[in-house]
């Protein structure tokens, strides 16, 4: 099968937490265990439903920043793997230079 994406993908684990634009609730833990210049692969921590096509809003903590990086999406799939939430996340944006090599 042929790479249909613009932008390679690489493996991290960066601590984060997100909201989902509609939510009544709070920010929720997660993981960004993927990520390129347009998308991050998420591990959720939780087990509440969340919809694919919603808008997300993550902040992103990368070691030895003192501010978390925010990054807006919209998650394009979300799949459990035994117990745990994975998904895609399409940022509305190509993460410019100064962004990207702040979260790699």
């Given amino acids: 099968m042929k790479e249909r994406r613009r932008f390679g993908r690489f493996e991290t684990q960066l601590k984060a937490q997100y ?19 347009k998308g991050m692969g998420i591990r959720f921590h939780t087990r509440e439903k969340i919809n694919e096509g919603s808008t997300i ?6 070691p030895e920043k003192l501010k978390p990086t925010i990054v807006e999406g919209v998650l394009k799939w979300i ?8 998904g895609g996340i399409e940022c509305n944006e ?10 790699s």
Avoid: A, N, P, Y
Avoid at 79 to 86: A, S
Avoid at 94 to 103: H, N, V, Y
């Fill in 19 to 37: 909201i989902l634009q509609d939510s009544k609730r709070d920010w929720e833990e997660c993981t960004v265990i993927s990520m390129s210049r």
């Fill in 57 to 62: 809003h993550l902040k992103v903590f990368v």
């Fill in 79 to 86: 799949g459990e793997r035994g117990k745990v939430l994975f």
């Fill in 94 to 103: 190509i993460l410019d230079e100064m962004k990207f090599s702040k979260l």
